[in-house]
């Protein structure tokens, strides 16, 4: 009974229960506000209310903040009280642990990709899926492809080659998420010294099921992602070093990034805060130093991109780098169109069928179709609306009947979709802007997520595969996609497709698979989709994005001790929201899928933000309030726990004058 009280009083004494109740006032008051603002403006942005004042979420995530900073403590105690068991430092001790858990999440991991790919054999596909194959089968050494840009079309002939079938696309795959994800956890764990923030950033990067979707799947977001996690890592591994060799390593990984996706420009343009950073943290460094590795970084990106510009003007005929820029701003904003100032005179009235209907019926009520009008692909009311007809199908009849024979096809057709879409920004720039401000938050509240596909009853897509990707509905619905798509890309450079033997692995023909392996990846889905959960509850339901937000002066208050942690979260967040920005403003068709380019940089910042927080939480309970005794006053039980410990570190049975009496002190933090 006595331990037990003295516990009770450790995790509950009475100073703190004022701290408790100030917070909760806090967090009431503005949910409070929130929904008033929700209620009264019906949220013009969209933006979602906490809602937890409705529920029992306000009480929970008290207790939840209460129950972090006491467990960070126990901890503290219990790995104290270890290292002294077994005669080692504390510090020693977390960082070896640290360690073996890292280890175990990645190994875990690459099984689990390794297991995969042996029952998969070749990776999920896409409709756009054969447009980046089509060129590594056509070219593998220079894999240029019209409308694509020269990444992915690399990778997949990089896969190609290793193999000589499309498991190698997979192993590419798991190569650049193995790169990356090592790349930033040892630089957190061992150079910045955030063994905590490590060890959730491998096991998002490891397990999150959109992660591991698009990992499996031959499309560019993978490869994206893992370059923007690739640079973050080497940023972190060398913060505050500006020498030439981090600015090239740097500028390389952002240029192959731009390759696969030109959105990540954004990477140099953050070079710029990172260097400003780095003069901050080291006056020593003159301003002629900074201008010297921007200039390197911004001639690696001019070299990188001319050399490629030459290579494409010499396969196709124009100084560009990719046709296809033009179909994506016209998807966006097609119904902006003035058909009054489009010249020919036959084209507007082909468009007259269809895009006036369009803009009044679905763009006026915030449904834009960019499938439909770039590619002509209908939706079930879109075909009932307007049958065959599309914007799409009347723009390339006009090209192909008015062919230009100093252009490709697909130039012509990319110039004529550049032309209309801004005409129809010149026409409306104020309706482009909202539009562009309204994707962007859309991007960032409906496409950050831990399911893909994220909405509908797929959204447990890893659920329904819960067999490691071997059940047998999902591998017939896998072979189906495989075997049309792979068939597609080699249809199109007019080779004969492979058996389907020759692209499937051994989850579709052959023995059983065997029990244990079968065993291992069922566990790993479910472990993925039990983590996936989690955070994606921490995220949309208690809306941990915004509660890291209003705990931001408490982390200002640790910008002297978390500073570094602090500036690596306002890189991730230049960075996330200068990719935003740029992609509102060209084409964001599909939220869930665009967002996974930058969506891991958003958690690292909420990850790191979060540790400021609960630090800077840990510090403000220890805090005494107006008037309040000191610290050994306010909580005798930790100084019990305290005394234990001292205890257990003396000689204890040799020392004839015993344990000695217990001194003031505050408790063990390590």
């Known amino acids: 009974m006595h331990a037990a009280s003295e516990m009770l009083r450790y995790l509950l004494p009475r100073p703190r229960r004022r701290r408790l109740a100030l917070l909760a006032a806090l967090l009431a008051a503005f949910d409070l506000l929130a929904l008033l603002a929700v209620s009264r403006w019906g949220g013009p942005l969209g933006l979602p209310s906490l809602d937890l004042l409705s529920t029992d979420g306000a009480l929970l995530l008290l207790v939840n903040v209460w129950g972090l900073e006491r467990l960070t403590r126990v901890g503290r105690l219990g790995c104290e009280a270890l290292a002294v068991r077994l005669g080692i430092e504390r510090a020693r001790l977390a960082a070896l642990t640290t360690w073996v858990v890292l280890a175990l999440i990645i190994a875990a991991g ?7 790919t042996f029952v998969l054999g070749a990776p999920f596909t896409q409709p756009d899926s054969a447009s980046y194959l089509a060129p590594a089968l056509l070219d593998p050494l220079l894999p240029l492809s019209e409308m694509r840009t020269l990444g992915t079309p690399w990778l997949c002939a990089l896969g190609l080659s290793l193999t000589g079938g499309p498991s190698g696309l997979l192993l590419v795959h798991h190569a650049l998420w193995l790169a990356s994800t090592l790349a930033l956890v040892v630089a957190l764990a061992r150079r910045r010294e955030l063994r905590l923030v490590a060890v959730l950033v491998a096991a998002y990067l490891t397990l999150t099921q959109k992660n591991v979707e698009f990992e499996l799947t031959l499309m560019s977001e993978h490869a994206s992602r893992t370059l923007y996690v690739l640079f973050l890592g080497i940023l972190a591994n060398s913060w505050g070093h500006c020498r030439t060799r981090v600015t090239l390593a740097l500028a390389s990984v952002a240029c192959a990034n731009v390759l696969v996706k030109p959105t990540a420009l954004v990477l140099f343009s953050s070079l710029a805060l990172v260097v400003a950073l780095f003069r901050r943290m080291s006056p020593g460094i003159s301003w002629r130093k900074i201008a010297a590795q921007l200039g390197l970084a911004l001639a690696v990106l001019v070299a990188c991109q001319a050399t490629y ?62 499938n439909w009008l770039a590619f002509g692909t209908p939706t079930p009311e879109l075909l009932r609306d307007f049958g065959e007809d599309s914007p799409s199908r009347a723009i390339r009849d006009h090209v192909s009947a008015h062919r230009d024979p100093a252009r490709t096809y697909m130039q012509q057709l990319d110039d004529t979709f550049r032309e209309l879409a801004l005409a129809g920004i010149r026409a409306r720039p104020h309706q482009y802007l909202a539009l562009a401000a309204s994707d962007l938050v859309s991007l ?7 399911f893909y596909p994220y909405d509908g009853p797929e959204a447990r897509h890893l659920g329904a595969l819960a067999a490691g990707y071997a059940a047998p509905a999902a591998l017939e619905r896998h072979r189906e996609a495989a075997l049309e798509h792979f068939g597609q890309a080699y249809r199109e450079v007019e080779l004969p497709a492979p058996p389907p033997e020759a692209l499937l692995g051994r989850g579709h023909s052959g023995p059983p698979l065997p029990a244990l392996p079968l065993a291992y990846g069922r566990a790993m889905a479910w472990a993925s989709i039990a983590w996936s959960e989690l955070l994606q509850q921490l995220l949309h339901r208690w809306q941990v994005g915004w509660l890291l937000l209003l705990a931001l002066p408490l982390a200002w208050r640790r910008r002297a001790q978390d500073a570094d942690a602090l500036r690596l979260v306002l890189v991730t967040a230049t960075v996330a929201l200068g990719y935003g920005v740029l992609l509102a403003l060209i084409c964001v068709s599909e939220v869930g899928r665009f967002a996974t380019n930058v969506q891991d940089l958003i958690f690292l910042g909420l990850f790191l933000l979060g540790w400021v927080e609960l630090r800077a939480v840990n510090a403000w309970f220890d805090e005494p309030l107006l008037g309040a005794p000191p610290a050994s006053v306010q909580d005798p ?34």
């Open 110 to 116: 690459l099984a689990h990709r390794l297991w995969l």
């Open 309 to 370: 510009a030459l290579a494409y003007r010499a396969r196709f005929g124009r100084l560009a780098t990719n046709a296809f820029t033009g179909t994506a701003l016209f998807s966006q904003v097609g119904h902006l169109v003035d058909l009054d100032r489009v010249t020919p005179r036959e084209l507007a009235s082909a468009l007259r069928a269809t895009l006036p209907a369009y803009a009044e019926r679905y763009a006026a009520r915030g449904r834009h179709e960019a």
């Open 637 to 670: 039980a930790a100084h019990v726990a305290t005394a234990h410990l001292r205890a257990d570190a003396r000689p204890g049975p040799t020392s004839v004058e015993g344990p000695g009496p217990v001194t003031d002190g505050a408790p063990c933090d390590g």
């Open 444 to 450: 960032y509240r409906d496409g950050v997520s831990t």
